[in-house]
């Protein structure tokens, strides 16, 4: 179980070290292309790829400690680091989004009051630019998501949604620029009515990863579904009249469940023991994800 839990583990902080690599030098060209190509969207949408790059270190260092098998002084391993990464990875996509819409939001004052320096048109070419970088992003969140559903880490898909958030504010951009491009200096204002609305979806998706990273940090119970096929699974060892009672809490890339189940009450506390650990291997042998449980016997009736 430890060599699959390490093996997840490197598996994801790989994926997401390629992630750092590309928003490194993604962030650089569009913050050059956007100099160059006079393109404040460009701009913030480098600025915010930069973000990224801080995020992506964390969750990478992260799931390579969460990785770790346990220890004296974490007996219950250090799975938690995950989800704590998740937490910093949503507060950091909050604040680009935030700090993207603050942007966009001045830019449209000065925009409409006729106050502040008049911006420049954007050259056409930084629109290849943009839809080079959309297909990349994209196809990073299309990767890092379904990699991380598959070993059940939320910091990678926290990540993920960092590429997707990147490629929106980047679609944006795209139609912010053809919209000035197309229409001519009154259409300035297009960028940034774009980068508003996109910045919307990315502080929701960012909400949503923090209030499942802050759930996972103190120990929200899971699905009631993973709970019930638990208790199902106990039931098919032999002597467990039932299970009940059953707990169950996120630790990085694993679960870990506490069960209550129902013996016969005449039989011997052996037995009883022997029971427990029969069930507690069956379940880690069940392909739920366990990283642990914890079996409490109880007496079904008197003997």
Not at 40 to 63: F, K, P, Q, R, Y
Not at 105 to 127: D, I, K, N, R, Y
Not at 208 to 217: D, Y
Not at 223 to 247: F, H, Y
Request: proline share 4%.
């Amino acid at each position: 179980m430890e060599a699959t839990l390490q093996e997840r583990s490197h598996a994801g902080s790989r994926l997401v070290l390629y992630g750092v690599i590309a928003n490194a030098t993604l962030a650089v060209v569009k913050i050059l292309a956007g100099w160059w190509g006079h393109s404040n969207a460009l701009i913030a949408d480098g600025l915010e790829s930069s973000l990224d790059v801080i995020s992506s270190i964390l969750i990478w260092g992260a799931l390579l400690y969460a990785g770790k098998p346990p220890d004296e002084e974490h007996p219950y391993g250090h799975g938690k680091l995950e989800s704590l990464a998740a937490v910093v990875g949503a507060i950091f996509l909050l604040a680009a989004g935030a700090s993207v819409a603050v942007h966009s939001a001045v830019e449209l004052f000065q925009f409409h009051t006729g106050t502040g320096q008049p911006a420049p048109m954007p050259s056409g070419w930084t629109l290849i630019v943009l839809a080079l970088v959309i297909a990349i992003k994209e196809g990073f969140y299309r990767t890092l998501m379904n990699a991380g559903k598959r070993v059940g880490s939320s910091a990678m898909q926290a990540d993920a949604w960092h590429h997707r958030s990147d490629a929106i504010t980047s679609i944006a951009a795209f139609a912010g620029i053809s919209v000035a491009l197309i229409g001519g200096p009154a259409w300035r204002s297009g960028d940034d009515w774009a980068a508003l609305f996109s910045c919307v979806i990315i502080l929701r998706n960012g909400f949503v990863m923090l209030r499942k990273g802050v759930g996972e940090v103190i120990d929200e119970q899971v699905s009631p579904q993973l709970a019930g096929d638990i208790m199902r699974i106990a039931c098919e060892v032999p002597d467990v009249v039932n299970a009940e009672k059953c707990r169950v809490r996120k630790s990085g890339l694993m679960f870990i469940a506490d069960l209550h189940i129902r013996v016969p009450g005449g039989m011997t506390v052996y037995r009883g023991h022997e029971v427990s650990h029969e069930v507690k291997d069956h379940l880690l042998q069940a392909g739920l994800r366990l990283g642990d449980v914890t079996v409490h016997i109880e007496p079904a009736g008197r003997p």
